[in-house]
């Protein structure tokens, strides 16, 4: 099925351990997002790719890095897990261009990560 | 920095009930768009809304954008166990690069 693939679903770290989270799209959008979501807090951007070969940082970037590495694919990378960062992370696509009013967002079904 | 605060962050219902929930704003956005998540899953897109004062109707559920676009609700018509979930607001503002601002959500309990 066309979406937004993620993995993995569940991970659990040490503190001081690193990995990275992996995001793929087959819809050919442009526009790709990395969001956290944490109880009773919305989603909150963490980085974002307008385009291949551009990322942003978003309102939560700190202890992150993301690479685009292809149209298709944005992966988010902790170098160093915190317990902090237990979230559940949701990658997103979006069709038309970033900042357009009324983008269509497809989203991920989430990486539950937990870091202890 | 843009909120958007959603209200009530909880609500249980028996089925066949009517309700509305409420995303409030002090900023004014281009475009509103409402999201349901269900456990395990992403949110998925139920619609957007980009001018004042609109109105969109999905079967039972009606949205409305606020007139000065600070604001929208959302109102569902003999509410079905099906139609529970987190209902989550999204308002976005046009040229910015940081798209989406999310509320914290409604969480909605359809009894049967």
């Known amino acids: 099925n066309a979406g937004v693939t993620q993995t993995p679903k569940f991970q659990v770290l040490k503190t001081g351990q690193s990995m990275t989270l992996q995001c793929a799209q087959d819809m050919n959008h442009n526009s790709m997002y990395w969001y956290r979501q944490d109880p009773g807090m919305g989603l909150r951007l963490i980085y974002y790719?307008?385009?291949?070969?551009?990322?942003d940082k978003g309102e939560v970037p700190n202890g992150y890095n993301v690479s685009r590495l292809n149209k298709r694919e944005f992966s988010l990378r902790l170098e160093s897990a915190a317990p902090s960062q237990t979230s559940v992370y949701f990658c997103?696509?979006?069709?038309?261009?970033?900042?357009?009013?009324?983008?269509?967002?497809?989203f991920g079904s989430g990486t539950r990560l937990t870091v202890v | 920095t843009q909120l958007l605060e959603q209200s009530p962050q909880f609500l249980s219902i028996q089925e066949g009930e009517n309700l509305t929930v409420y995303c409030n704003s002090s900023s004014v956005f281009s475009s509103l768009q409402w999201y349901r998540q269900e456990p395990g899953e992403g949110p998925v897109l139920l619609v957007t809304v980009v001018t004042g004062g609109e109105v969109k109707k999905l079967k039972r559920l009606t949205f409305q954008f606020g007139d000065a676009r600070k604001d929208s609700s959302l109102h569902i018509t003999a509410a079905q166990p099906g139609d529970t979930g987190l209902y989550l607001c999204?308002?976005?503002?046009?040229?910015?690069?940081?798209?989406?601002?999310f509320g914290s959500g409604t969480q909605l309990t359809v009894l049967p």
């Open positions: 999204a308002g976005g503002s046009s040229g910015s690069a940081r798209q989406l601002t």
């Open positions: 997103a696509s979006s069709w038309p261009q970033v900042g357009a009013v009324g983008s269509f967002y497809t």
């Open positions: 790719s307008a385009s291949e070969g551009t990322t």
